[in-house]
């Protein structure tokens, strides 16, 4: 068990360009969830699959922001057309539906910042 | 829908003090709630995790219990160190198995 691991750990990019993250959630694990969270606030969640299917999205996912998680492994999250809004954490989680506790593991996150 | 509040925002306390973070939501029908460390800057770890059918857990220094009808959860930290100095968060996951976190209670030790 490695843990969720997300990359990168940093981005800096410049307002109306277009970045992409990715995650490689705990192997055995079937939900990988993404969350998000700007400063002095806790995360909010923004979408979450099961295996390859996008069950949920947050209102917070305007039609900039796409996920994706191909054949149900890593998800990449891409923002198109970057606005100063969007700098913040962007955490991954992921869990697996046979742990009764349904626990969440968080990756170390993606700090975007947005100039 | 879930609305999850943290009290206090921000705590600062001598070294070796007893102290309890409260964290409340609005809906009862949860499958577990837990708690969360957050160093400036980086992720979240992992503190404790209560499921709804437990009243509590515990790890070393730290204790949260659960009271799901009042929408309640407390995390008591014994003997507060330098190194407890963090943000911590409650989070609380019902509905479709996502988690409301609160705004988190800020603490600060001193030595």
């Known amino acids: 068990d490695t843990g969720v691991s997300q990359d990168p750990r940093h981005k800096i990019t410049k307002r109306g360009q277009n970045v992409t993250f990715r995650c490689d959630p705990i192997?055995?694990?079937?939900?990988l969830y993404w969350y998000r969270q700007t400063l002095g606030q806790g995360p909010e969640f923004l979408t979450y699959?099961?295996?390859?299917?996008?069950?949920?999205k947050s209102r917070l996912l305007s039609d900039r922001f796409s996920a994706e998680r191909p054949k149900g492994s890593f998800s990449t999250l891409e923002i198109q057309r970057t606005e100063q809004g969007d700098s913040a954490m962007y955490l991954c989680?992921?869990?697996?539906?046979?742990?009764?506790?349904?626990?969440?593991?968080f990756g170390p996150g993606t700090r975007l910042t947005v100039t | 829908k879930q609305e999850v509040t943290q009290i206090p925002a921000a705590l600062s306390v001598p070294e070796g003090e007893n102290l309890v973070l409260n964290c409340s939501f609005t809906?009862?029908?949860?499958?577990?709630l837990q708690w969360f460390r957050q160093d400036p800057g980086k992720g979240l770890t992992s503190l404790l995790l209560?499921?709804?059918?437990?009243r509590e857990q515990t790890s070393g220094r730290l204790n949260a219990s659960l009271d799901k009808s009042s929408g309640r959860s407390t995390l008591y930290i014994a003997a507060s160190q330098p190194g407890d100095s963090a943000t911590y968060l409650c989070?609380?996951?019902?509905?479709?198995?996502?988690?409301?976190f609160g705004t988190g209670t800020r603490l600060k030790v001193l030595a």
């Open positions: 989680a992921s869990s697996s539906t046979s742990r009764e506790s349904y626990e969440q593991y």
């Open positions: 192997s055995e694990h079937n939900r």
């Open positions: 699959f099961q295996n390859e299917a996008q069950l949920e």
């Open positions: 809906d009862s029908a949860i499958y577990n």
């Open positions: 209560i499921q709804s059918s437990q």
């Open positions: 989070a609380v996951m019902s509905g479709t198995y996502k988690y409301i």
